[in-house]
C-alpha cells in the first residue's frame, strides 16, 4: 500500500472537485474491491474521496420505475420490497455474488466499478495491460480458465466479475452521473466497454464523473425470471458462467425476452439475438437450444476455458428452463 | 456425582475460552517492546539476487532493520561444520533463487504496517536462471527418493495385473493442495541475554520446536521455550519447523527485541507446504469372479530442488486387499518450488482415491457391486508383512456405512436415478492409517483439594487434545472430569510427540492412563491398600492424613515389541451420496456417512467433529480444493481464500460419523488406534464413485469442478 490522501466529502460537487486534484485519485464507497487492490499494490491511489457521506443511498419510485442511489448496499437493494416485486432478476443476481459480509458493505455504483478478478491483474508480479498498459497480457497464454470467450482483444481476455451487472443489463437499466461537465444518462449496455487497445479503462466514465444513481425502467419481468451461476463451488465464488433469465409469457407463448450472461466477456454480455429469436415462440428445449446456439454465435475460447463453449448455451437452455416453468 | 466415563460425550474444556475469544493463538501475546517482521519474497523463479537497494526502506518511517542475504547475521545451524545442521531452506544465507515467492529480505519495523511498507520500498536485481516448475513436462525427470535408496515393493510377481483376465490401468491426478488453516503461521521470538529465547509460534509439537530451534542457534534445548497453547488449524503445515520462524529468531537477535512475523495468506501458499501434485497409474487385474490377482501402484509427485519430500501414497496397494501380486513403485520430480509437506492423511489420501477410484472402475467391468468385491478380496491378515492385525472392523465398517447410506437404493448402472433434474449416485471409499504410539511422558499432580493436574508437551490443532486427556484421567482415577486440568503446547512440560499420524490419543493417552495408575497406586500404598486396589478412595483425604502438601510424579510411557508381531492400523469406509446436474456439471453432495474403526473411541463428542472435519476437508480435496500454478511465470494464480476454494457451508450436506468403537487389544491400554487422518481418506474416492454412479463420468483429475463433468 502507498501512502495517500483521504477525503470525506459531504456533497457531489465537492467529490468531484476532490477527485480531479490528482490523476490517480478514486472515489472510496464501500470498499470491498478498491481497499483489497490497494493493499496488493495493484491500486495505487494519489487520494481517496470518500463518498460514504454523500446522500445516495435512497430506493424511490420514479413516475415510471424505480431509481436505485449509487450508495444503496447491495443487501439494501436484494432485500427492498420493491425489488423483490418488480424486478426479482435483479434480487436473484445481487444475492449471487460475493457473501452476505460484502453485500452489507458492497454498492451499487461500486458493484458496477468492481474490476476483474483475472489472476494477472491482481499479481504485480505478472504482466497486465489492465493494471500496467504496455506490459502485455499473462492471461493470453497463461491460466485462462476464467476468461473471455466474447469481445475479447489480444491485450486483454479479462471479464467483468459481476452478477448484479448481468441483471442491471438484461433490465435495461440507465445510470445516472454526474461529472464536472455537468450530468448525463449512460444505458447500462454501454456503461462498461471492450477492451480493444485500452483495457485500462474499464467503462465509459469520464474522468471526474461520479455515479450518482441507477434507474430501473418500469417493472415488466417480475415472474418468468432465473439467475444461474455456475460456479467451482456452491457460494462465495466468482461465475465460471452465469446467467440472467427474463421471460414475458401471455398463455404459452413467449412475448417479450430478456437474456444476459456473466462470465463470458469484459462487459455484462447482453443477447440481444437470442431475445429477438424467443419473441413469439412456445417455451421448450428445442427453442432454447436454438436460442443458446444463437446467442453463442461469435464465441471464441482459450486453452483453459474451451468447457464455457459447452457450459454457456447449456446455462442459457437451464436458465431458459427455469424461468419458464 | 457423576462419573465421567472414556467414551462420554464430553464437552470440549476449552470450548468456552474459544467461543469467547479467551484462548489465546501464538499472534496474539502482546509482548513489551515488541516488533514486527515482514518478508520480502523473490519475484524470479530461479536464479540470484545480484544486488538488492534497501536505502529507501531502511529510511522508512519505524524501521529497525532489513536482512538480506548481504548482511544476514550468521545463523549457527546454517553454518557449513555446523555440529548438526539444518536441512532445507536457509533463508538469506546465500544469494540463491530456488523458488518464486522465496523470501529474501526480511523488514523490521515498529509496526506490522510499517514494515509491509517498507518492504515495497527494496528494489531488488537478479540474475534469473532457467526454470522449471511444469510437472506435466518433467514427469520423465523423476528421481527414485533417497539418492535412489528408496525400495521398490513387489510381492508375487511385479505388474501381474496385466495378465489377469479382466483388467483395469488408469491414471489419476491430483493437484497440489494447501493447508490453509484459517489461522496464518505467526511466530513471535524474544531473546533473554545471547543464550535463551522464547518462542510464541503456531506449532503441532513444542518439542520438535524446540529441538529444531536450538539446533539452529546452537543453544542448550533447555534455554529455548516453546509455546503454542492453542492452534488454529495446522492439518501438517505446523509439523515442522519452518524458515521463516528461524528468521524470527535470528531478526530478535539482530534488532534486541521482541519480532513477531506472520505470513500473509498469499506466503501461505508457497512457505508452510502442501500436498504435493502428484500422478498415480493403477493396473488391477482380477479374475472374472472378481479375486484380484494383481495389485500395481505407481506414484509421481512433486518436490523441490533444494529438498526432497516424499510421502507414502502407493503404500495403501500393499495391504488393504487380498492379491498374491502387488507391487509399487515411486519417484519424485525436484522442480523450481517450495518444498511440500505432510497434509492431512499424507500420502495415504492421495494414495486412496486412486486405488479406490480403480476397484470401483473394475466393479463395473465384472458386474459386481463395489462393497462385494472388497468383500472378495478382504484380507484377515496384513498381506505386506505376513502379521496379524492387532485389530481390523473393516467388513463391519461396509456393512453398518452400507444401511445408514441406504446403499439398497444404488443402482448399478450409472445415470438411472433422478431426483428431478438431477442424476443420484451412491459410491463408497476405504481408507486405512497406521496406528502409532510413540514415546510420551505425563507429569500428574494431586492437590490438596482433591484436584488433579496433568502436563504433557503435547499439542491441539484442533481434536480437542486437551478434552480426551481429561476424560482418560477422570475415568482413570474414578474422579469427575472437571477436578482435573489438563495442560499442553509447552515445550517445559513432559515430551510428548509431534501431533501428526494420528497418535495423539494413542501415545498421550497412554502417558495419561499410565500416570493415572502409577498415581492411584502410590495412594493406594499410601492408605495401606493394595497398590492395584480399584475401589474409590479419597483422594483429598489421604494427602491431608499424611500431612503431604502435594504429590507429584513423573510417568514415562512406551509401547513394547508389539508393533514386531502385529499390523496396527485404522480402517474407514465413507459413502456419499450424489447429486449431478447434467446440463450444468453441477455436484451436490447430499449425504456423507464416515464409519471407522478407529479402536475405543475416547470422547464420542470431538471424535465426531474430527471426522466431520475431515470429511470436510475430504470434500474440498475432491470438489473444490487445486493451488493453481502458472508454469510460464512460475507463480500460483490463485493464492487467495476468494480463488482457492476451500469449501463453505452450502458445500457440505449432512455428515454422519459412526465408530465400531472396540477397543483394540494390542496398541496401548486404551485401545484407541487414531481418527485423525483416516477420516479423510478415502472420502475423494467415495464422492468420485458416486459422481460415476450418478452420471457415467468417471472424472480421474481432482476437483471434480463443473467443466470437468460437462467435458467429460
Redesign the interface.
Known amino acids: 500500500m502507498n501512502p495517500f490522501q483521504y477525503t470525506r466529502s459531504l456533497a457531489a460537487a465537492g467529490a468531484i472537485q476532490s477527485v480531479l486534484k490528482e490523476p490517480h485519485a478514486h472515489f472510496l464507497a464501500g470498499g470491498t474491491n478498491l481497499i483489497d487492490l490497494i493493499k496488493m499494490g495493484v491500486v495505487t491511489p494519489e487520494r481517496l474521496v470518500d463518498i460514504n457521506p454523500l446522500p445516495l443511498k435512497g430506493i424511490e419510485k420514479t413516475a415510471t420505475g424505480l431509481r436505485l442511489g449509487a450508495l444503496a448496499t447491495n443487501s439494501e437493494v436484494a432485500d427492498h420490497p420493491l425489488v423483490l416485486q418488480g424486478y426479482p432478476l435483479l434480487s436473484l443476481a445481487i444475492n449471487a455474488g460475493a457473501s452476505p459480509q460484502l453485500r452489507n458493505m458492497a454498492t451499487v455504483g461500486g458493484n458496477m466499478m468492481q474490476r476483474t478478478r483475472c489472476n494477472y491483474f491482481f499479481d504485480t508480479a505478472m504482466p497486465c495491460n489492465k493494471r500496467s498498459p504496455g506490459s502485455g497480457c499473462g492471461a493470453l497464454e497463461g491460466i485462462n480458465r476464467m476468461h473471455a470467450i466474447f469481445g475479447a482483444s489480444p491485450a486483454c481476455i479479462a471479464v467483468n466479475p459481476s452478477d448484479m451487472n448481468v441483471a442491471m443489463v438484461a433490465l435495461d437499466a440507465v445510470v445516472h452521473v454526474k461529472g464536472p461537465k455537468g450530468e448525463r444518462k449512460i444505458p447500462f449496455a454501454d456503461f462498461h466497454r471492450l477492451p480493444g487497445d485500452h483495457p485500462e479503462k474499464d467503462n465509459t466514465l469520464e474522468r471526474g464523473e461520479l455515479i450518482m444513481a441507477v434507474d430501473l425502467p418500469a417493472p415488466a419481468f417480475s415472474q418468468h425470471v432465473a439467475y444461474l451461476k455456475i460456479r467451482d463451488r456452491t457460494s462465495y465464488a466468482f461465475a465460471l458462467v452465469s446467467v440472467a433469465a427474463a421471460l414475458k409469457m401471455d398463455g404459452n407463448m413467449i412475448t417479450d425476452a430478456r437474456l444476459a450472461m456473466g462470465g463470458v466477456a469484459h462487459k455484462p454480455w447482453r443477447l440481444h439475438a437470442a431475445e429477438t429469436f424467443l419473441k413469439g415462440k412456445t417455451p421448450g428445449d428445442d427453442t432454447f437450444k436454438q436460442a443458446a446456439q444463437i446467442a453463442m454465435q461469435g464465441a471464441k475460447a482459450y486453452r483453459y476455458n474451451q468447457f464455457k463453449l459447452t457450459m454457456a448455451p447449456n446455462a442459457i437452455l437451464q436458465a431458459l428452463k427455469t424461468a419458464s416453468a | 456425582m457423576k462419573q465421567d466415563k472414556i467414551g462420554d460425550p464430553l464437552d470440549r474444556v476449552d470450548g468456552r475460552l474459544k467461543v469467547t475469544g479467551g484462548a489465546k493463538y501464538s499472534g496474539e501475546y502482546k509482548v513489551p517492546g515488541l516488533t514486527y517482521g515482514v518478508l520480502v519474497p523473490a519475484?524470479i523463479t530461479n536464479g540470484t539476487v545480484t544486488a538488492m537497494d534497501t536505502r529507501a526502506a531502511l529510511r522508512a518511517p519505524g524501521v529497525l532493520a532489513v536482512i538480506t542475504p548481504f548482511n544476514a547475521p550468521p545463523v549457527p545451524g546454517y553454518q557449513p561444520g555446523a555440529a548438526k545442521p539444518v536441512k532445507g531452506l536457509k533463508l538469506f544465507n546465500d544469494n540463491q533463487v530456488h523458488f518464486?515467492g522465496q523470501p529474501i529480505a526480511l523488514v523490521v519495523a515498529e509496526t506490522f504496517?510499517r514494515a509491509?511498507?517498507a518492504a515495497?520500498l527494496i528494489k531488488t536485481t537478479y540474475q534469473p536462471q532457467p526454470f522449471e516448475t511444469d510437472f506435466h513436462k518433467n514427469f520423465d525427470k523423476g528421481v527414485v527418493p533417497n539418492e535412489g535408496k528408496y525400495k521398490d515393493y513387489v510381492r508375487g510377481e511385479a505388474d501381474a495385473y496385466k495378465n489377469a483376465p479382466v483388467v483395469v490401468e488408469q491414471d489419476y491426478m491430483l493437484p497440489s493442495e494447501m493447508h490453509n488453516p484459517m489461522e496464518l503461521h505467526v511466530t513471535t521470538a524474544f531473546w533473554d541475554g545471547d543464550d535463551k529465547v522464547t518462542l510464541y509460534t503456531k506449532s503441532q509439537g513444542v518439542v520438535g520446536s524446540q529441538r529444531a530451534i536450538s539446533t539452529a542457534f546452537g543453544l542448550d534445548p533447555a534455554n529455548v521455550q516453546i509455546h503454542s497453547r492453542f492452534v488454529g488449524g495446522a492439518f501438517g503445515s505446523s509439523l515442522r519447523t519452518w524458515p521463516h520462524e528461524v528468521a524470527a529468531v535470528q531478526a530478535a537477535k539482530l534488532v534486541k527485541r521482541p519480532v513477531k512475523l506472520t505470513l500473509t495468506r498469499e506466503q501461505m501458499f508457497t512457505l508452510v507446504g502442501y500436498r504435493p501434485l502428484t500422478i498415480q497409474r493403477i493396473g488391477l487385474g482380477a479374475s472374472t469372479d472378481g479375486k484380484l490377482v494383481g495389485i500395481t501402484h505407481e506414484s509421481h509427485s512433486q518436490t523441490a530442488v533444494y529438498e526432497e519430500f516424499t510421502e507414502n501414497a502407493v503404500n495403501v496397494s500393499r495391504f488393504l486387499y487380498a492379491s498374491p501380486n502387488a507391487n509399487t513403485r515411486y519417484k519424485v520430480v525436484p522442480l523450481n518450488v517450495g518444498v511440500p509437506a505432510p497434509m492431512r492423511g499424507p500420502g495415504e489420501a492421495t494414495g486412496s482415491f486412486a486405488l479406490e477410484s480403480a476397484l470401483d472402475e473394475l466393479s463395473y467391468k465384472l458386474g459386481i457391486d463395489p462393497i462385494e468385491l472388497r468383500l472378495r478380496n478382504y484380507t484377515y491378515t496384513d498381506p505386506e508383512r505376513n502379521l496379524p492385525w492387532s485389530s481390523k472392523y473393516l467388513k463391519e465398517c461396509y456393512q453398518q456405512g452400507a444401511e445408514r447410506i441406504g446403499w439398497d437404493k444404488r443402482s448399478a448402472q450409472p445415470g438411472t436415478q433422478r431426483d428431478g433434474e438431477w442424476l443420484i449416485g451412491y459410491g463408497i471409499g476405504c481408507g486405512a492409517f497406521g496406528a502409532y504410539r510413540s514415546k510420551t511422558s505425563a507429569k500428574i499432580k494431586l492437590l490438596p483439594d482433591g484436584t488433579v493436574n496433568i502436563q504433557s508437551a503435547t499439542s491441539d490443532i484442533g481434536p480437542g487434545t486437551a478434552t480426551s486427556m481429561t476424560l482418560i484421567a477422570a475415568d482413570t482415577l474414578g474422579i469427575p472430569a472437571d477436578k482435573i486440568t489438563f495442560q499442553l503446547g509447552d515445550s517445559s512440560y513432559p515430551i510428548a510427540p509431534t501431533q501428526g499420524g494420528s497418535q495423539t490419543v494413542s501415545s498421550v493417552g497412554s502417558a495419561v492412563h499410565d500416570a493415572c495408575v502409577a498415581l492411584k497406586q502410590k495412594l493406594n500404598t499410601l492408605a495401606g491398600l493394595s497398590p492395584d486396589t480399584t475401589a474409590p478412595i479419597d483422594y483429598a483425604g489421604i494427602l491431608t492424613k499424611h500431612n503431604l502438601p502435594m504429590l507429584e510424579l513423573t510417568q514415562d510411557s512406551q509401547a513394547g515389541d508389539d508393533a514386531k508381531n502385529y499390523s496396527m492400523y485404522s480402517f474407514s469406509a465413507h459413502f456419499a451420496q450424489v447429486y449431478v446436474?447434467p446440463?450444468?456439471?453441477?455436484v451436490?453432495v447430499k449425504k456423507l456417512v464416515a464409519v471407522v474403526d478407529g479402536g475405543k473411541i475416547v470422547n464420542l463428542k470431538t471424535a465426531s467433529s474430527q471426522m466431520i472435519g475431515g470429511a470436510v476437508g475430504g470434500i474440498g480435496m475432491v470438489?473444490?480444493e487445486e493451488a493453481?500454478?502458472?508454469d510460464?511465470?512460475g507463480?500460483y494464480?490463485?493464492g487467495?481464500f476468494?480463488?482457492y476454494?476451500v469449501?463453505?457451508?452450502?458445500?457440505i450436506p449432512d455428515i454422519e460419523a459412526i465408530f465400531i468403537d472396540k477397543p483394540d487389544p494390542i496398541i496401548n491400554p486404551v485401545g484407541t488406534k487414531g481418527l485423525g487422518e483416516i477420516s479423510l481418506i478415502g472420502v475423494a474416492a467415495a464422492v468420485a464413485n458416486a459422481v460415476y454412479n450418478a452420471s457415467g463420468k468417471r472424472i480421474r483429475e481432482l476437483?471434480i469442478?463443473?467443466?470437468k463433468i460437462?467435458?467429460a
Open positions: 519475484t518464486n504496517e509491509t511498507y515495497t446436474h446440463l450444468t456439471g453441477q451436490r470438489l473444490t493453481v500454478f502458472d510460464h511465470f507463480r494464480v490463485n487467495n476468494a480463488d476454494h469449501p463453505v457451508n452450502a458445500d476437483p469442478t463443473p467443466d460437462l467435458m
